[in-house]
């Protein structure tokens, strides 16, 4: 079968796969997507876009779209202890460099729209891969395919893994994996919340025993999200409505829902794979390089930034560029990832471990800082950039 060849070839069309392709759209490269879903993407996932994260998404042209697809703004986190009070909202920082503000959007949303506006800067996006295959030709890749309804062969000089967690092209490669299972699952419910106002929050309260996170969704929704032990998620499934509500409205006073549904449960993780170090141009990105605990809005956002990093760092290449050519921007890449994502990932990696409890105790020590930080506009201030994605 003769295969077409493409400069790049991206395994995953997920946020990551997306993002670079469409970061790459202006580059004269030639792009190829492949998945294996034929869906859309989870809507569960991530749906908040950082302030600092909203200039590289004007750069790429996508703005008007997630605002046409009914993308909202929210102001910063308001943190309550196991009581219902209020101790302090960390803002979003207001200035030239910085959005004002978070955008939400349902992640399938954000999905839809970053692969639309690729395949309309001519990448070619090839869904419902039933299987495929790689191998190495003399400077180049080759991956043949079968999907749904045909079979179908590329060649690429340059191969991107962003097939997410469970990374079958890390796994087939034998790359190494740096891994944290943490140890309670994330429940997610979707819930009409009761006296919702205008300008949306992320609210999180330290209840007694465990961290609830509850998330704006778009048209005035809201997503719940805490830990459980493996033993209740069953009540979670299973019970109805009623059971639900009291048990959140127990762990969060003051709160209430007009409707409240049970939505699904992820084990989180937090995982870095080690480099590709074999022979030919291949890197990952997203969850397939980086995997982090859903607690700080930052794996969607860091699937942008490295989107980012990595096209800028391919710019200086012509189509039909060769992997001598290649080869030395990705290991500046590679550095540079290992600079600037190392701490991030760090930073998330504590945030996941101090939610990973269902015994909090009230979670003393953070409520100790969120009142330090509610008391010094230093503090506060530097929490703020933090959340918006400005500082590390
Ligand atoms: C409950 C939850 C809430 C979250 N909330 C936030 C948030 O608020 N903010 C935030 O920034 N981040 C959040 N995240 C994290 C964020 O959603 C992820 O970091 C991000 O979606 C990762 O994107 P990705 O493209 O790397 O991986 P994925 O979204 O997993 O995409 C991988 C793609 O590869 C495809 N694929 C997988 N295997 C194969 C294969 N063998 N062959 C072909 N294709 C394959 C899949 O079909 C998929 O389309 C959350 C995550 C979870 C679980």
Known sequence: MTARHFDIAIIGSGIAGGALAVALKDSGLSVLLLDRRSGPLDTA????????????????????????????????????????????????????????????????????????TAEEAGAMNITGLADWSLTRAVGSWRVDWQATEQSGSATCTMLVAADGTASTVRSRLKMGLDRHRYQYPIAVLYGRQQGVSDERTLDVYLAQERMVSLIPRTGGRTKVGFPVSPEDIGFWKTEPEESLHRRLTEWCPGVSF???????????????????????????????????????????????????????????????????????????????????????????????????????????????????????????????????????
């Not at 009142?371 to 933090?386: H, N, P, T, V």
Request: charged residues 20%.
């Open 45 to 116: 996932r991530g749906d908040h876009i950082q302030p600092a994260m909203q200039s590289v998404l004007s750069r790429w042209g996508v703005m008007d779209q997630l605002l046409e697809a009914g993308a909202e703004r929210r102001a910063g986190t308001r943190w309550f202890d196991a009581e219902g009070a209020h101790i302090v909202t960390v803002p979003v920082p207001q200035g030239e460099d910085c959005a004002g503000a978070f955008l939400f959007l349902n992640h399938e949303k954000i999905g839809d729209i970053l692969l639309d």
């Open 258 to 392: 007009d409707s409240l549904t049970f939505g699904a449960i992820y084990p989180p993780v937090s995982q870095q794979s080690e480099p590709y170090r074999g022979e030919g141009a291949l890197v990952l990105i997203g969850d397939a390089r980086h995997a982090m605990h859903p607690a700080r809005s930052m794996g969607m956002n860091t699937c942008f930034r490295v989107a980012d990093q990595l096209a800028d760092s391919l710019r200086c290449l012509s189509s039909g560029f060769s992997e001598a050519e290649v080869l030395p921007l990705l290991s500046e890449f590679g550095a540079r990832f290992e600079q600037e994502l190392t701490p991030r990932l760090a930073e998330n990696h504590a945030a996941g471990l101090q939610m990973d409890t269902i015994t909090g105790g009230g979670f003393t020590a953070l409520k100790e800082q969120l009142q330090l930080a509610a008391a010094d506009e230093r503090i506060l201030g530097a929490m703020a950039s933090k959340a918006a994605g400005l500082t590390v």
